[in-house]
Protein backbone atom coordinates (compact mmCIF):
# COMPACT_ATOMS: atom_id res chain seq x y z
CA UNK A 1 0.00 0.00 0.00
CA UNK A 2 1.83 2.95 -0.86
CA UNK A 3 0.54 5.42 2.07
CA UNK A 4 1.49 8.87 -0.26
CA UNK A 5 4.20 10.28 2.92
CA UNK A 6 6.75 11.04 0.21
CA UNK A 7 8.57 13.83 0.62
CA UNK A 8 6.26 14.93 3.85
CA UNK A 9 8.85 16.07 6.88
CA UNK A 10 7.91 14.82 9.85
CA UNK A 11 9.27 15.43 13.71
CA UNK A 12 9.64 12.83 15.83
CA UNK A 13 10.33 13.51 19.28
CA UNK A 14 12.76 10.89 21.06
CA UNK A 15 13.21 8.88 18.55
CA UNK A 16 16.78 7.46 19.12
CA UNK A 17 15.56 4.19 20.32
CA UNK A 18 12.61 1.93 20.94
CA UNK A 19 9.29 2.92 19.59
CA UNK A 20 10.32 6.60 18.33
CA UNK A 21 13.16 4.93 16.29
CA UNK A 22 10.60 1.96 15.11
CA UNK A 23 8.30 5.09 13.97
CA UNK A 24 11.07 6.93 12.76
CA UNK A 25 12.21 4.00 10.10
CA UNK A 26 8.95 3.25 9.24
CA UNK A 27 7.80 7.09 7.71
CA UNK A 28 11.35 6.94 6.04
CA UNK A 29 10.60 3.53 4.23
CA UNK A 30 7.49 5.19 2.87
CA UNK A 31 9.55 8.04 1.77
CA UNK A 32 8.74 10.47 4.57
CA UNK A 33 11.84 12.83 5.28
CA UNK A 34 12.25 12.59 9.13
CA UNK A 35 13.56 14.93 11.47
CA UNK A 36 15.79 12.23 14.27
CA UNK A 37 15.56 13.41 17.30
CA UNK A 38 17.63 12.38 21.11
CA UNK A 39 18.82 13.91 23.90
CA UNK A 40 22.73 13.43 23.29
CA UNK A 41 24.74 14.35 19.66
CA UNK A 42 25.83 10.12 20.00
CA UNK A 43 22.43 8.82 20.50
CA UNK A 44 20.87 10.61 17.50
CA UNK A 45 24.58 9.39 15.41
CA UNK A 46 23.70 5.51 16.48
CA UNK A 47 19.75 6.07 15.44
CA UNK A 48 20.54 7.79 11.87
CA UNK A 49 23.09 4.56 11.51
CA UNK A 50 20.14 1.98 12.61
CA UNK A 51 17.58 3.76 9.79
CA UNK A 52 20.32 3.97 7.03
CA UNK A 53 20.71 0.14 7.72
CA UNK A 54 17.45 -1.08 6.64
CA UNK A 55 16.70 1.81 4.77
CA UNK A 56 19.46 3.06 2.71
CA UNK A 57 17.87 5.68 0.86
CA UNK A 58 16.61 7.18 3.95
CA UNK A 59 15.99 11.11 3.96
CA UNK A 60 17.14 11.84 7.54
CA UNK A 61 17.79 15.18 9.27
CA UNK A 62 18.58 15.29 13.10
CA UNK A 63 18.31 17.68 16.27
CA UNK A 64 19.67 16.55 19.11
CA UNK A 65 18.59 18.06 22.76
CA UNK A 66 15.78 17.61 25.28
CA UNK A 67 12.45 18.52 23.47
CA UNK A 68 11.18 18.34 27.74
CA UNK A 69 13.22 21.78 27.92
CA UNK A 70 11.38 24.87 26.39
CA UNK A 71 14.43 26.78 25.56
CA UNK A 72 15.71 23.72 23.29
CA UNK A 73 12.16 23.45 21.45
CA UNK A 74 12.91 26.96 20.37
CA UNK A 75 16.12 26.03 19.03
CA UNK A 76 14.49 23.34 17.09
CA UNK A 77 11.79 25.77 15.76
CA UNK A 78 14.36 28.05 14.64
CA UNK A 79 15.74 25.43 12.72
CA UNK A 80 12.69 23.68 11.27
CA UNK A 81 10.11 26.16 11.81
CA UNK A 82 6.97 24.08 10.00
CA UNK A 83 6.54 20.24 9.54
CA UNK A 84 4.05 18.29 7.79
CA UNK A 85 3.86 15.38 10.71
CA UNK A 86 4.31 15.58 14.39
CA UNK A 87 4.56 12.23 16.55
CA UNK A 88 4.62 13.37 20.90
CA UNK A 89 6.95 10.14 21.53
CA UNK A 90 9.43 11.48 23.90
CA UNK A 91 8.32 10.06 27.47
CA UNK A 92 9.70 8.33 30.79
CA UNK A 93 8.74 5.75 33.03
CA UNK A 94 9.83 3.68 35.88
CA UNK A 95 8.25 1.67 38.55
CA UNK A 96 7.69 3.35 41.90
CA UNK A 97 5.28 2.48 44.98
CA UNK A 98 3.11 6.02 45.13
CA UNK A 99 4.13 6.85 48.92
CA UNK A 100 7.70 7.28 47.45
CA UNK A 101 7.03 9.40 44.85
CA UNK A 102 7.76 13.11 45.46
CA UNK A 103 6.79 16.11 44.06
CA UNK A 104 9.84 16.32 42.02
CA UNK A 105 8.76 13.23 40.29
CA UNK A 106 5.01 14.00 39.47
CA UNK A 107 6.58 17.52 38.31
CA UNK A 108 9.45 15.58 35.96
CA UNK A 109 7.24 13.34 34.38
CA UNK A 110 4.47 16.10 33.55
CA UNK A 111 7.44 18.10 31.93
CA UNK A 112 8.64 15.04 29.83
CA UNK A 113 5.86 13.03 28.94
CA UNK A 114 2.85 15.96 28.47
CA UNK A 115 4.07 19.61 28.32
CA UNK A 116 6.76 18.04 25.49
CA UNK A 117 3.86 17.50 23.65
CA UNK A 118 2.00 20.38 24.42
CA UNK A 119 4.67 22.90 23.10
CA UNK A 120 6.24 21.36 19.99
CA UNK A 121 1.58 20.78 19.17
CA UNK A 122 1.72 24.64 20.39
CA UNK A 123 4.74 24.99 17.54
CA UNK A 124 3.48 23.52 14.89
CA UNK A 125 -0.18 23.31 15.01
CA UNK A 126 -0.69 26.80 13.14
CA UNK A 127 1.48 26.24 10.18
CA UNK A 128 -0.70 22.91 9.88
CA UNK A 129 -3.90 25.20 9.78
CA UNK A 130 -2.78 27.19 7.22
CA UNK A 131 -1.36 24.63 5.02
CA UNK A 132 -4.78 23.06 5.45
CA UNK A 133 -3.13 19.31 6.02
CA UNK A 134 -0.79 17.72 9.19
CA UNK A 135 -0.84 15.17 11.07
CA UNK A 136 -0.31 15.44 15.11
CA UNK A 137 -0.19 11.96 16.91
CA UNK A 138 0.21 11.70 20.93
CA UNK A 139 2.05 8.19 21.82
CA UNK A 140 0.07 7.59 25.24
CA UNK A 141 -0.50 3.88 26.56
CA UNK A 142 -2.99 1.60 27.53
CA UNK A 143 -1.60 2.67 31.02
CA UNK A 144 -3.59 6.01 30.01
CA UNK A 145 -7.14 3.95 30.46
CA UNK A 146 -6.03 1.00 33.20
CA UNK A 147 -3.70 2.88 35.59
CA UNK A 148 -0.94 0.74 36.86
CA UNK A 149 -0.73 0.88 40.36
CA UNK A 150 2.94 0.11 40.29
CA UNK A 151 3.83 3.90 38.15
CA UNK A 152 0.52 5.98 39.07
CA UNK A 153 2.57 9.12 38.17
CA UNK A 154 3.42 7.61 34.68
CA UNK A 155 -0.67 6.46 33.68
CA UNK A 156 -1.63 10.41 35.17
CA UNK A 157 0.30 11.74 32.39
CA UNK A 158 -0.31 9.07 30.16
CA UNK A 159 -4.02 10.44 30.91
CA UNK A 160 -3.38 13.86 29.97
CA UNK A 161 -2.20 13.42 26.84
CA UNK A 162 -5.76 12.01 25.89
CA UNK A 163 -7.33 14.93 26.92
CA UNK A 164 -4.90 17.77 25.21
CA UNK A 165 -5.12 14.96 22.00
CA UNK A 166 -8.99 15.84 21.95
CA UNK A 167 -9.05 18.81 22.56
CA UNK A 168 -6.39 20.09 19.80
CA UNK A 169 -8.66 17.52 17.40
CA UNK A 170 -11.40 19.80 18.34
CA UNK A 171 -9.70 23.10 17.10
CA UNK A 172 -9.32 21.17 14.23
CA UNK A 173 -12.72 20.64 12.68
CA UNK A 174 -13.33 20.97 8.91
CA UNK A 175 -9.32 21.47 8.19
CA UNK A 176 -7.34 18.58 6.79
CA UNK A 177 -5.27 18.53 9.85
CA UNK A 178 -5.98 15.46 11.92
CA UNK A 179 -4.95 15.52 15.81
CA UNK A 180 -5.08 11.51 17.34
CA UNK A 181 -3.04 9.31 20.07
CA UNK A 182 -2.16 5.77 19.82
CA UNK A 183 -1.77 3.69 22.84
CA UNK A 184 0.52 0.95 22.85
CA UNK A 185 0.18 -1.88 25.31
CA UNK A 186 3.47 -3.57 26.61
CA UNK A 187 5.89 -3.11 24.39
CA UNK A 188 9.58 -4.60 24.43
CA UNK A 189 11.83 -1.80 24.14
CA UNK A 190 14.94 -0.83 25.40
CA UNK A 191 13.63 0.75 28.69
CA UNK A 192 11.01 -2.23 29.09
CA UNK A 193 14.23 -4.08 29.37
CA UNK A 194 16.01 -2.31 31.80
CA UNK A 195 12.28 -2.02 33.48
CA UNK A 196 12.37 -6.15 33.43
CA UNK A 197 15.67 -6.17 35.01
CA UNK A 198 14.39 -4.32 38.06
CA UNK A 199 11.34 -5.99 39.04
CA UNK A 200 12.17 -9.70 37.68
CA UNK A 201 15.06 -10.59 40.20
CA UNK A 202 17.29 -11.58 37.94
CA UNK A 203 15.03 -13.68 36.04
CA UNK A 204 15.50 -14.59 31.98
CA UNK A 205 13.41 -12.05 30.10
CA UNK A 206 11.18 -15.24 28.40
CA UNK A 207 10.41 -16.67 31.86
CA UNK A 208 9.71 -13.07 33.15
CA UNK A 209 7.06 -12.14 30.02
CA UNK A 210 5.41 -15.75 30.87
CA UNK A 211 4.64 -14.83 34.46
CA UNK A 212 4.05 -10.99 33.84
CA UNK A 213 1.11 -12.04 31.75
CA UNK A 214 -0.27 -14.35 33.69
CA UNK A 215 0.07 -12.10 37.12
CA UNK A 216 0.39 -8.51 35.77
CA UNK A 217 -1.46 -8.34 32.70
CA UNK A 218 -3.65 -11.46 32.41
CA UNK A 219 -6.29 -9.79 30.47
CA UNK A 220 -3.46 -9.50 27.25
CA UNK A 221 -4.97 -11.72 24.14
CA UNK A 222 -1.69 -11.20 22.77
CA UNK A 223 0.09 -13.01 25.65
CA UNK A 224 3.62 -11.35 24.90
CA UNK A 225 5.22 -8.03 24.50
CA UNK A 226 4.65 -6.28 20.90
CA UNK A 227 7.48 -5.38 19.62
CA UNK A 228 7.91 -1.63 18.47
CA UNK A 229 7.80 -2.05 14.44
CA UNK A 230 3.99 -3.62 15.72
CA UNK A 231 3.25 -0.26 17.48
CA UNK A 232 5.11 1.69 14.27
CA UNK A 233 2.62 0.46 11.61
CA UNK A 234 -0.60 1.57 13.17
CA UNK A 235 1.26 5.31 13.76
CA UNK A 236 2.78 5.68 10.55
CA UNK A 237 -0.75 4.54 8.54
CA UNK A 238 -2.21 7.55 11.15
CA UNK A 239 0.74 10.10 9.61
CA UNK A 240 -0.78 9.42 6.24
CA UNK A 241 -2.96 11.44 4.35
CA UNK A 242 -4.78 8.04 4.07
CA UNK A 243 -6.25 8.22 7.80
CA UNK A 244 -8.00 11.65 6.54
CA UNK A 245 -11.54 10.05 8.63
CA UNK A 246 -9.07 9.45 11.74
CA UNK A 247 -9.54 12.42 14.33
CA UNK A 248 -9.96 13.12 17.59
CA UNK A 249 -9.54 9.55 18.43
CA UNK A 250 -7.57 7.21 20.54
CA UNK A 251 -6.43 3.72 18.80
CA UNK A 252 -5.16 0.56 20.89
CA UNK A 253 -2.27 -1.44 19.84
CA UNK A 254 -2.26 -2.70 22.83
CA UNK A 255 -2.66 -6.85 22.37
CA UNK A 256 -6.26 -6.63 23.75
CA UNK A 257 -5.27 -5.75 27.17
CA UNK A 258 -8.00 -3.54 27.36
CA UNK A 259 -11.07 -5.01 28.10
CA UNK A 260 -13.08 -3.10 26.45
CA UNK A 261 -14.74 -2.58 22.61
CA UNK A 262 -14.41 1.19 22.79
Not at 85 to 92: A, E, F, P, S, Y
Request: with cysteine; glycine share 10%; charged share 20%.
Amino acid sequence: MNLQLADKLALVSGSSKGIGLAIATGLAREGAKVIINGRSAKSVDEALAKIRQTVPDAKLESFAGDLADAAVVGKLVERFPAVDILVNNLGIFEPKSFEEIPDSDWQRFFDVNVLSGVRLSRAYLGGMKRKNWGRIVFISSESGIQIPAEMIHYGMTKTAQLAVSRGLAETCAGTGVTVNSVLPGPTRSDGVDDFVKQISGGKPFAEFEKEFFVSVRPSSLLKRFATAEEVANLVVYVCSPLSAATNGTTLRVDGGTVRSCF
